[in-house]
């Protein structure tokens, strides 16, 4: 391939990571990763709610990595109620997890940076084979992707398997007891994905520009192998 062709494919590329970067860190700091609704399980069995009723028994809450925000509703009107993680939840939630998305999360920027600069590099310098080349390209990439997917994978697992949304909402709530009945994905945690698919993209956008995957061997080099045994 022209060198041309390649330095527009490795500025791509270097666009695509920056824009990961700083969508990620945008994320991070936003609270719009869940958005949940929240039944007050509590006051709708004292009057045996049903149907319509239930709207004033239900709730919502949004939340990212650090704080939130919500409203409920025990058929007494709206309460809202803010929080924050860190100091205020650290009782309630999985907090092994919820540090390891976040530490995950600033890997994942720091490494996408990483990975601009060797895109940028290669597009515009001279690389060297083994770090800035493409066996760089490839591992920044798929570092990236891994710690993409392992971010969605924890928070997932703590939204779900843990109950994060319930654990919120009956924090410090003597009296009435809520039960989650829908929650989704939003912004936050979508932004986090699109950067996941393109650092696979990236890896592509790689083999696109003309280099082989690592661990794998081409036929010329093959060639050349057996040439210089057949002279010994």
């Not at 527009?8 to 945008?26: D, K, N, P, Q």
């Not at 028994?57 to 924050?84: N, T, V």
């Amino acid at each position: 391939m022209p060198s041309q062709q390649k330095k527009i494919i490795f500025c791509m590329a270097g666009v695509l990571s920056f824009l990961c970067a700083l969508g990620v860190v945008t994320a991070v700091g936003t609270p719009l990763w869940i958005k949940a609704t929240i039944l007050c399980k509590t006051g709708a069995l004292l009057v045996n709610a049903s149907g319509k009723e239930l709207d004033k028994f239900m709730g919502e809450m949004q939340y990212g990595l650090f704080h939130g925000e919500g409203i409920r509703q025990c058929g007494l009107g709206a309460r809202p109620f803010r929080f924050s993680f860190f100091p205020d939840l650290l009782q309630a939630i999985p907090v092994s997890i919820h540090v390891n998305i976040i530490l995950f999360s600033m890997i994942l920027v720091v490494v996408t940076m990483v990975g601009t600069a060797f895109f940028m590099y290669n597009a515009f310098g001279k690389p060297f084979e083994t770090l800035h080349g493409p066996l760089g390209l490839y591992l920044v990439s798929f570092i990236s992707g891994s710690c993409g997917c392992l971010v969605m994978v924890l928070f997932a697992s703590e939204v779900k398997i843990h109950h994060l949304s319930e654990k919120i909402a009956n924090f410090k709530e003597g009296t009435y007891a809520y039960k989650t009945q829908t929650e989704n994905y939003t912004t936050s945690f979508w932004v986090v994905f699109i950067c996941f698919f393109v650092h696979f993209l990236n890896g592509l956008l790689i083999r696109l520009a003309g280099f082989q995957f690592p661990f794998t061997k081409s036929k010329d080099t093959e060639t050349t192998n057996v040439a210089a045994d057949l002279m010994y």
